[in-house]
């Protein structure tokens, strides 16, 4: 564990216990939450390198145009 992470623990730790079990929620959630992400990149992985191809194929067959930032 790193210095922060327990100093952070070690302040959490002085909050009343409500607090502290809301907080612990809280990054349970988050680290939960992170987990799903993580995985979602990794299974679409193979669908981003088909359609960064795809795109690139594309552009060197000349079916693409340059970004107009005034027309958006």
């Given at each position: 564990?790193t210095?922060?992470?327990?100093?952070?623990?070690h302040?959490a730790?002085k909050?009343p216990?409500?607090?502290q079990?809301?907080?612990?929620?809280?990054m349970?959630?988050?680290?939960?939450?992170?987990?799903?992400?993580?995985q979602m990149?990794?299974?679409?992985e193979?669908i981003l390198?088909?359609l960064a191809?795809?795109?690139?194929?594309?552009?060197?067959?000349g079916?693409?145009?340059?970004?107009?930032i005034?027309?958006?």
């Amino acid at each position: 564990m790193t210095k922060l992470l327990k100093k952070a623990f070690h302040e959490a730790s002085k909050l009343p216990v409500v607090e502290q079990n809301a907080m612990a929620k809280w990054m349970l959630k988050e680290l939960e939450t992170e987990r799903k992400w993580e995985q979602m990149f990794a299974e679409s992985e193979d669908i981003l390198d088909r359609l960064a191809d795809e795109a690139l194929d594309a552009h060197k067959k000349g079916k693409t145009k340059p970004l107009d930032i005034d027309r958006l």
